[in-house]
């Protein structure tokens, strides 16, 4: 997946409450920062693309090509190492 001008992707992992986990792409375009987005309190939703969900009682992961993800059921959110 190439990125354009308008489109600022940042792999990321993220934990819920529930205990599951979701590694996937997350487009930042209009903030610095992962944090900065995550804390915006505008939207209450993050759509993530690519997104694998790794869910606790479930040997098996599950693709989704896009997820809505209501922010307040995210525990913590960090962007894959070696990204700006």
Do not use: C
Not at 56 to 61: G, I
């Amino acid at each position: 997946m190439t990125e354009s001008k308008n489109i600022k992707n940042r792999i990321v992992r993220i934990k819920l409450t529930d205990g599951t986990q979701i590694n996937g792409r997350i487009n930042i375009s209009g903030y610095n920062r992962l944090s900065d987005l995550i804390m915006d309190r505008s939207n209450d939703f993050l759509v993530i693309t690519e997104a694998i969900l790794y869910k606790t009682d479930m040997e098996n992961t599950v693709k989704h090509e896009t997820i809505f993800l209501g922010k307040r059921y995210i525990v913590w959110a960090a962007p894959e190492s070696g990204q700006r």
